[in-house]
C-alpha cells in the first residue's frame, strides 16, 4: 500500500506563489502516474494538473493553466507543483493522487493512492 505525503501547504496574499511536494512515505521502484487535485469546502473534488511517469506530457485544468506547473524527475515518484499568480479561488485542500494505470488522468476514481492533503488558504 503505496502512503503519499504532501507539504508546502499555507496561507499567501493574492498573487503570491507556494510550491506543494507529494512523495511516497517509503522509496519504492515502481513509477506511477500522478496527479494533484483540490477539493474547497462545500465543493466536489476537481482535477488541478497531471504527470505521466515518462515525466512528459503533463495537463492541466483550464483555471490553472499558466499559473501552476507539475513537474517530477524522470522515472521518480517525487512530484512538485508550483503555484504562481494565486487567487482566492485557488483557495482548497490539495491532494497528491497517485496509481500504476490511469487512462483519464482528469478521473479521480482511477486513482488508488492519495495523500492526506495540504491546505493552501489565498487572502484578497
Known amino acids: 500500500q503505496v502512503q503519499l505525503v504532501e507539504s508546502g501547504g499555507g496561507s499567501v496574499q493574492t498573487g503570491g506563489s507556494l510550491r506543494l511536494s507529494c512523495a511516497p512515505s517509503?522509496?519504492?521502484?515502481?513509477?506511477?502516474?500522478m496527479a494533484w487535485f483540490r477539493q474547497a469546502p462545500g465543493k466536489e473534488r476537481e482535477f488541478v494538473a497531471a504527470v505521466r511517469r515518462s515525466a512528459s506530457n503533463a495537463e492541466y485544468a483550464d483555471s490553472v493553466k499558466g499559473r501552476f506547473t507539475i513537474s517530477r524527475e524522470r522515472g521518480a515518484n517525487t512530484m512538485y507543483l508550483e503555484m504562481n499568480s494565486l487567487k482566492p479561488e485557488d483557495a482548497a485542500a490539495y491532494y497528491c493522487?497517485?496509481?500504476?494505470?490511469?487512462?483519464?488522468?482528469?478521473?479521480?476514481?482511477?486513482?488508488?493512492?492519495w495523500g492526506q492533503g495540504t491546505q493552501v488558504t489565498v487572502s484578497s
Open positions: 493522487a497517485a496509481n500504476l494505470v490511469v487512462y483519464d488522468t482528469r478521473n479521480a476514481a482511477e486513482y488508488k493512492y
Open positions: 517509503e522509496r519504492t521502484n515502481t513509477v506511477y502516474v
